[in-house]
């Protein structure tokens, strides 16, 4: 279960405050309407408003309000509707709130608006709430069926949140209490992923290696960028990463930290792969086999190092463990990207606009997860333990 995670390895390390934490309502406006700002306390307000109020002197209190809000972002739906404000909460707003924060996978996304459902449930029952939990998981599922790691984090949620043990016992508000104390226990844990990978991976990197990577991948970012924070010498080799090139945006990214970066068309990895010394990719889904279901391309570059002899390691949150056994390319519902080639398309030319494949575990050497360095072949014990 989650509790056999390795995210003890994170408490020798000072950790960034959780982005779970709310943020701060703006304050409320002074009664005052033409208070002389104090610009020693006036924490958060831009040199802009700063050095206007100098210039002016007087600052009037929707001015000064305005400018707070400049730098403060709105707070999350679920504190602004509450059980009894009589504005009904909405989980796809939830969602699309937790989405836009950048360093948040789409997976955790879903996870913080499913333990919103529960702080604003207006249930009596425990079956009431897990009704409500039900519909709204199936409605973020419904948002995106293409997405294999937000329909598994939606999945994950709702078998360890809602597990009934001991709480039958309970009368229904200590319940409801400990399903918000597994709710938040499971975001935190989710959010702590990300690291525990980085810092599970750093003994495979060592000096002087070059390792290729596709696509864009918050968690292999995070591996490479702790890796260049340990003063490790080594260099990156990038594959563009049509149809959506997010490999210039990882080959921005590592260029910003000072990391040697190499970009690649997506067609030139066999001829570089001799200077390679290994591979690292995400992955969209970890499925029963040990396979991946990641951006198109993985297979054919996980292909060419197993024939030459390179390692291709996975690094996979646990909460994008899915319960799926494909036995081919077509066995899932295709992610559809749309392709700009450049130049018009002649009409009756068909275009294969699916952005995922599938690649089997017979070409992967180990998978980077939350839950310790596992082989392809003891992925279906550890989903077995999640789910069960």
Known sequence: ?????????LEKYQLPSSPMESPKSPQSPNPNPNPIPNLNSTHGISAYYQTRAEHHGV??????????????????????TSPGSGKPFSVIEEFNYWRKKPDLAEAVAAIMALAAVIRSSNGTTMMELEIELKTASDALKKGDRSSISLSAGCDLFMRYVTRTSALEYEDFNAAKLRLIERAERFGEISLKARRTIAMLSQDFIFDGCTILVHGFSRVVLEILKLAASNRKLFRVFCTEGRPDRTGLRLSNELAALGIPVKLLIDSAVAYTMDEVDMIFVGADGVVESGGILN?????????????????????AESYKFARLYPLDQKDLEPAIRPIDFGVPIPSGVEVEECARDYTPPQYLTLLFTDLGVLTPSVVSDELIRLYL
């Open 1 to 9: 279960m989650w509790r056999r995670s390795a995210s003890f390895v």
């Open 59 to 80: 600052v009037t209190s929707d001015w000064l309000a305005q400018a707070q809000a400049a730098v403060e972002p709105p707070s999350p739906p679920s504190e602004r």
């Open 295 to 315: 951006m198109m391309g993985t297979y054919q570059i996980a292909l060419v190092a197993h024939s030459m002899n390179k390692p291709v390691y996975v690094a």
